[in-house]
């Protein structure tokens, strides 16, 4: 039965490419932030500071003295949705600047095909699999220079990217790595996420394996991060266990 399983996602994996050859249609557009999104993506950051600093993650802000007040404010318990104005008018009057994401743009740009690719081949893929992945018809990419690494939109298919201003990226310096990840986590939000009431970082474990697993040819400097409970591995360990992830992690709760 493993046999015809793999022979069957082999003929599938060809089968996407062969697909993907024969489309054209984008599956993901790149945009530069408007000062809006810039100012949300600060905000949520800061309001989740206390979050972001017990999983140990490494976030960016701009050093300015009212970011640092506020900072303070969120870690009292009196930050708000009042506290956007400021950040707000911060960038527009002394941060925010369209060139400061140009060469990141031109970064996603040259990897468009592999990200289209996999997304092609998840699209495929999920035909197979006895549980829901959510997919969209196209995604949006965001860059933005605050935060963490990456982040995601499951409403709306939209993944927020760091970046910085010389066009570099958190723990990957292959942007298709972070963004392949932030879809799967879109994916797998509703039917696996909030199904089993998973915590950050049995999430977080889940989709690292998933993508490991499927895609590790294509994207060879992607990792499993060090974090969560490594027994899922007992479970999630070859690409056919994607099929049945459902059943794994009601095995696993018990």
């Not at 989740?48 to 701009?62: H, M, R, S, T, V």
């Not at 035909?127 to 990419?141: G, M, Q, R, S």
């Not at 990957?172 to 990840?181: A, R, V």
């Amino acid at each position: 039965m493993r046999i015809i399983k793999n022979i069957l996602l082999i003929i599938i994996l060809l089968n996407s490419v062969s697909c993907y050859s024969q489309k054209t249609q984008k599956k993901f557009s790149i945009n530069i932030p408007t000062i809006d999104q810039e100012a949300s993506s600060i905000w949520r950051t800061i309001y989740d500071i206390e979050f972001f600093e017990k999983q140990g993650y490494e976030i960016n802000l701009p050093d300015n003295k009212r970011i640092d007040s506020l900072i303070v404010k969120s870690k009292n318990g009196t930050f708000n949705n009042l506290d956007y104005s400021s950040i707000y008018e911060l960038l527009k009057s002394e941060v925010f600047n369209n060139n400061d994401y140009q060469l990141a743009f031109k970064r996603v740009e040259e990897r468009e095909q592999l990200i289209n690719r996999i997304i092609q081949q998840i699209d495929s893929l999920k035909n197979i699999w006895n549980w829901d992945f959510k997919i969209f018809e196209a995604y949006t990419v965001v860059f933005t220079l605050y935060g963490s690494g990456g982040s995601y939109d499951p409403a709306t298919g939209t993944v927020i990217l760091f970046t910085t201003k010389e066009g570099n990226f958190k723990k990957y310096k292959d942007p298709s790595c972070t963004i392949i990840h932030e879809i799967v986590h879109i994916g797998i939000e509703e039917s696996i996420v909030q199904q089993y009431n998973l915590p950050h970082s049995l999430k977080e474990r889940i989709v690292d394996k998933i993508v490991f697993l499927l895609f590790r040819d294509l994207l060879p400097e992607y990792k499993v991060q060090n974090m969560g409970s490594s027994k899922i591995d007992e479970y999630l360990n070859e690409r056919n266990d994607i099929t049945n992830l459902n059943k794994i992690l009601e095995n696993y709760s018990q």
